[in-house]
């Protein structure tokens, strides 16, 4: 007897919301039958649903839902054609909520009944219908990105490569079958890593990683993103990868330097700038990073030879002439802690003589290093015994 009172009660409940349902389906019909106010016909299905659990399972709803997204869509696509004034961005919005609508449907459609069958009623219909707008969701994406709106340009691309996914579209198959699918992946992975994103960059990247044309600089974007998530291994392979294919690409070949330097894997950094170099010899990034591990290697003659190399390729490099320098201060400390006779004294000297006219070149280029080229100098002055230069680095340094 109580299950009885509750099942009625139940049905009590039931009966006003299914009224409810006709009353707003029938006036929302009539508003797309009128051939104006699809709007508010497109407000009465989504307050529906909205409303009650019980609405979202009403096939009917989505469908008037999708009739009324439909006829706006058609109306505003008319005006384009016609040249009338219409808000592109309004019409691929519309085209975004049909799929969204119809792939809700689709969820509803393919659920087993009590006995645990299932009777496709639509599936075929609106997957063949919604096929044929597909292309505006990816165009609705690279509108955005031309417009600088990378959030919403990343929804449409999302939109375009999860029909990849939906059962909704299965027959189509576009993951085999669609040749822009790599074209979207690249453009959500540009997409999330414009907007810092680390996940939206990553959402699609190992699809976008499959497009040879833009392996480049898809390997930047998801580089980056592991980097900002401190996956570091990952992050060193991808610039390993980088490099490994394009060993002239300034991004990778700097921060696998950077990267090699801050481990303090000189040897790594070396046998990288080797190789870039093996490929272009003269040019004076790649000669300055060699300088510069050769230098914090301590090999000081060879970092001394490949600085001459830099100048002599162009003389107005001021780090050329610091590493120089430096090397041949560094070689004058190692000497006179090796002090014990007049021959080591006089090489000591002979290589404060040699570091003057880098470092002199280095003030002379780069005059707000102070920091840097005043404490060499000072050491340099002190050493020579060149009292005038002395004293104005001195005062220099005091200031």
């Not at 991808?238 to 490994?244: D, K, M, P, T, V």
């Amino acid at each position: 007897m109580r299950k009885l009172i509750l099942i009625m009660l139940l049905l009590l409940s039931i009966v006003p919301c299914l009224r409810g349902q006709r009353k707003e389906i029938s006036q929302a019909r009539s508003y797309i039958k009128s051939g104006k106010d699809f709007d508010k016909a497109e407000k009465l299905m989504e307050d529906l649903l909205s409303k009650d659990s019980l609405n979202r399972m009403n096939p009917k709803i989505y469908i008037v839902l999708y009739q009324a997204l439909l006829k706006q869509y058609e109306a505003g696509n008319e005006k384009l054609y016609l040249s009338q004034k219409y808000d592109t961005a309004l019409l691929f919005n519309i085209t975004k909520r049909m799929f969204s609508v119809l792939e809700a449907l689709d969820s509803i459609d393919s659920a087993p009944d009590k006995k645990g069958k299932t009777k496709l009623e639509y599936r075929n219909e609106h997957a063949a219908e919604l096929n044929s707008y597909r292309p505006n969701l990816y165009y609705g994406g690279t509108y955005n990105v031309h417009k600088g709106e990378y959030r919403t340009a990343f929804s449409f691309f999302d939109a375009y490569l999860d029909c990849g996914n939906q059962p909704l579209f299965s027959k189509y198959n576009y993951w085999k079958n669609d040749g822009k699918m790599l074209d979207a992946a690249f453009w959500a992975t540009y997409c999330g890593f414009k907007l810092h994103s680390p996940d939206s960059t990553l959402m699609y990247s190992d699809i976008a990683l499959k497009d040879t044309s833009k392996l480049k600089a898809t390997l930047v974007y998801v580089a980056e993103a592991h980097k900002a998530l401190g996956n570091k291994a990952k992050y060193h392979n991808l610039l390993i990868e980088g490099f490994g294919k394009f060993p002239t690409s300034r991004y990778f070949f700097t921060r696998l330097m950077d990267y090699h330097t801050s481990e303090e894997k000189l040897d790594s950094a070396l046998a990288v700038v080797n190789r870039v170099l093996a490929i272009d010899g003269s040019n004076p990034l790649y000669l300055f990073a060699k300088s510069t591990v050769l230098l914090n290697m301590g090999r000081y003659d060879e970092c001394i030879d490949v600085s001459d190399s830099m100048i002599h390729v162009n003389d107005t490099l001021a780090e050329a002439y610091y590493n120089a320098g430096t090397a041949c201060l560094n070689k004058a400390l190692t000497m006179e802690q090796n002090m014990n006779s007049r021959k080591s004294k006089a090489q000591a000297m002979a290589l404060y003589k040699q570091a003057l006219p880098y470092m002199e070149k280095y003030r002379q280029l780069a005059t707000k290093e102070k920091n840097k080229w005043g404490p060499a100098l000072y050491k340099i002055y002190l050493k020579l015994n060149m009292g005038k230069q002395f004293e104005e680095i001195d005062a220099i340094l005091g200031k």
